[in-house]
Every structure is written in structure tokens, then in C-alpha cells.
């Protein structure tokens, strides 16, 4: 099973944007709802957003509602993150995932093990 290639990270001030882009297989990626997590060293993984694989509707925590927009490029098998208003405490490692949610609680698919490498964002104050 060939993992997930996230991009687009990168060091950036507070109240600026990123865009940050995700690749998958097809094993990975078709029908699957798909979401993006982030972790930060020594703390639990956090998901971010959840997409139906449809495209059609996308789950938000509450960290990120209003900033962050995740949609995805099925044809493509892409995901990406579109991240406005970065604050300091946005800073963390980020990757894609297969995904669950319940309204805001969003966890990786429980069959989902194949992580990237995920991608750096740092956001300085």
C-alpha cells in the first residue's frame, strides 16, 4: 500500500496563508472519505478536517472552522488544505489520512496505517 505524499508546508507569520496538497492511491483514496491531521512532537494526533468522498460536504474542528478549507480533486486522487489566518498554535506536522467524523470529532479510518511523511508547517508570531 503506497502512503500518502503530503506538500506544500512551510515557515510563514501569523495571519498569512498556506496551501498544503496531499497525493494518494487509489487503494488509499477512491470512496473514502478523506481528512487531514496534524500532531504536534510529544502530543496526540489531531484531525482537522474530514471530506466525503463525494466532495460534496467537509467536517471542521473547531481549531481550525472558518480558517481552513479542505476539498479534493477526485479525478486526481488529490486532497488539499487551504489554511487563512495561521496562528502560531497552527504550527505542526501535517498529513492526510483515509477518515471519520462525528460533527466535529474526526479519527484517521481504523484500517488506515500506511502514514506519509507528512509536511512542516511552522507559523512564527
Known amino acids: 500500500q503506497v502512503q500518502p505524499v503530503e506538500s506544500g508546508g512551510g515557515l510563514v507569520q501569523a495571519g498569512e496563508s498556506l496551501r498544503l496538497t496531499c497525493t494518494a492511491s487509489?487503494?488509499?483514496?477512491?470512496?473514502?472519505?478523506m481528512g487531514w491531521f496534524r500532531q504536534v512532537t510529544g502530543k496526540e494526533r489531531e484531525g482537522i478536517s474530514c471530506?466525503?468522498?463525494?466532495?460534496?460536504?467537509?467536517f471542521y474542528a473547531d481549531s481550525v472552522k472558518s480558517r481552513f478549507t479542505a476539498s479534493r480533486d477526485n479525478a486526481n486522487k488529490m486532497v488539499d488544505l487551504k489554511m487563512n489566518s495561521l496562528k502560531p498554535e497552527d504550527t505542526a506536522m501535517y498529513y492526510c489520512?483515509?477518515?471519520?467524523?462525528?460533527?466535529?470529532?474526526?479519527?484517521?479510518?481504523?484500517?488506515?496505517?500506511?502514514w506519509g511523511q507528512g509536511t512542516q508547517v511552522t507559523v512564527s508570531s
Open positions: 487509489r487503494f488509499t483514496f477512491d470512496g473514502r472519505a
Open positions: 489520512a483515509p477518515c471519520v467524523s462525528v460533527a466535529t470529532i474526526i479519527v484517521p479510518a481504523s484500517d488506515f496505517h500506511s
Open positions: 471530506t466525503t468522498s463525494s466532495g460534496g460536504r467537509t
